[in-house]
């Protein structure tokens, strides 16, 4: 899929409002709100989308809504449903459809008001997935997967509790570079150590914020990106993968399927994690980014605590990892990889105001889905990479 290596690239990227934005509002408008938002970004009118790509929680036909909510028609749409992972997914996609011919301007949008939906008086719970073998031990998911993969990780590795603490602190004082992070208050290890156990080993400090937003991405083919009003991102390599559903039969705790999704990506972009200059993980919960390090080849297996120690993944660090702040304190409208995209255009066009790294060329965006399920890993690039 080498022919894929620069043929696209994003031209267009917005968030909405983000935060918590009233019981007046719901997931669509938030959709609707980012989208054209990026489609400004981008200088392309509404009406040349010809490719639509989303997923919304809850919403089993989520591009019928869109495409009806935004009215746009398109001739190629793809809800794929793998979770957090989705957007990163849907850039794929869009990079096949937009090289095929399938499409000419692809529009991926996502919005959740996951925060406000808890306090509407008439929220309903989505409705148990049948069978579940894992039910009878009564897990608190989404967040007793990950706790598991961080004990096992703990157990087997030395991993340490301060180490996964360190990850949080790392992601809030990259927010308190962001204006809009939700989060922007300092935080300690001692903090997160000392916050209430949800789920054995980790903490409320040591989850994903829940949050309202949206956001959008706009992509059309290279040589009409180039023309763009602002400096497009190449998408340079792609990569998926995912082995499991269930966290019960992941192979193991502490292996995700990032390892093939981000060989798929290197391999495609012909670069490594050497050649990275910044770094957007999906951060659900802390122990995330450690295996991502790890199963993304900056750091060996078992060494991602000690890599994220002594603040080398914060402000200053040797590698920045999450500089918006991540789901643990910019935000996370229930699914956050379309933000890791975002967050990665900016750095790469050095639109990151205080927290904006120098001479960004090279970017690395990936999303996870599920416990642990789902990877995909996006490379994207300045025009110099090309």
């Known amino acids: 899929m080498r022919e894929l290596r620069g043929a696209t690239a994003i031209c267009g990227v917005a968030e909405s409002e983000l935060g918590e934005v009233g019981p007046g509002r ?12 990026a489609l400004a970004d981008a ?75 808890m306090r509407r008086p008439d929220a309903v719970r989505y409705p148990p997935e049948l069978p579940s073998y894992e039910a009878p031990y009564r897990p608190r998911n989404p967040i007793t997967g990950y706790a598991l993969a961080a004990a096992r990780h703990m157990h087997q590795y030395g991993t340490t509790r301060e180490q996964l ?26 903090d997160v150590l000392n916050a209430r156990v949800v789920s054995s080993p980790l903490t409320t400090l040591d989850c994903c914020l829940v949050t309202d937003g949206g956001g959008a991405v706009v992509m059309t083919r290279a040589d009409r990106a180039r023309a763009s009003r602002k400096p497009p991102a190449y998408v340079l390599g792609v990569g ?69 120690s002594g ?24 699914m956050y990889g379309i933000f890791t995209l975002i967050e990665a255009v900016r750095q790469i066009r050095g639109e990151g105001g205080e927290r904006q790294q120098s001479s960004v060329d090279v970017a690395v965006a990936h999303g996870n889905g599920g416990q642990l399920s789902s990877q995909v890993t996006a490379i994207l690039g300045s025009e110099v990479t090309l």
């Open 311 to 334: 603040g080398r993944i914060a402000p200053g660090g040797e590698l920045p990892v999450n500089t918006n702040g991540g789901g643990l304190s910019y935000g996370h409208p229930g």
């Open 43 to 117: 200088g392309i009118a509404k009406s040349e989308v010809d490719g639509l790509f989303t997923a919304i929680a809850g919403r089993g036909m989520s591009n019928l809504d869109a495409g009806e909510y935004l009215g746009i028609r398109p001739r190629y749409t793809d809800g794929t449903m793998i979770g957090g992972s989705s957007f990163v997914a849907h850039l794929h996609h869009a990079a096949l459809a937009l090289t095929s011919g399938a499409c000419d301007v692809a529009l991926i949008a996502y919005g959740s008001t996951q925060r406000t939906d």
């Open 26 to 37: 719901y997931s669509l408008d938030l959709l609707a709100e980012a989208a054209g938002r």
């Open 240 to 308: 998926e993968a995912h082995w499991h559903r269930s966290i019960a039969q992941m192979p193991d705790l502490t292996v995700t399927a990032a390892t093939e999704s981000s060989a798929r990506a290197y391999a495609m972009a012909g670069l490594g994690p050497r050649d990275v200059d910044v770094v957007e993980l999906y951060d659900a919960f802390t122990i995330n980014p450690i295996l991502f390090l790890e199963d993304l080849g900056f750091c060996a297996k078992g060494e991602g605590g000690a890599f994220v």
């Open 165 to 190: 603490a360190e990850v949080a602190v790392a992601a809030r004082q990259w927010a308190m570079l962001n204006p809009v992070a939700f989060k922007r208050d300092p935080l300690t290890v001692d």
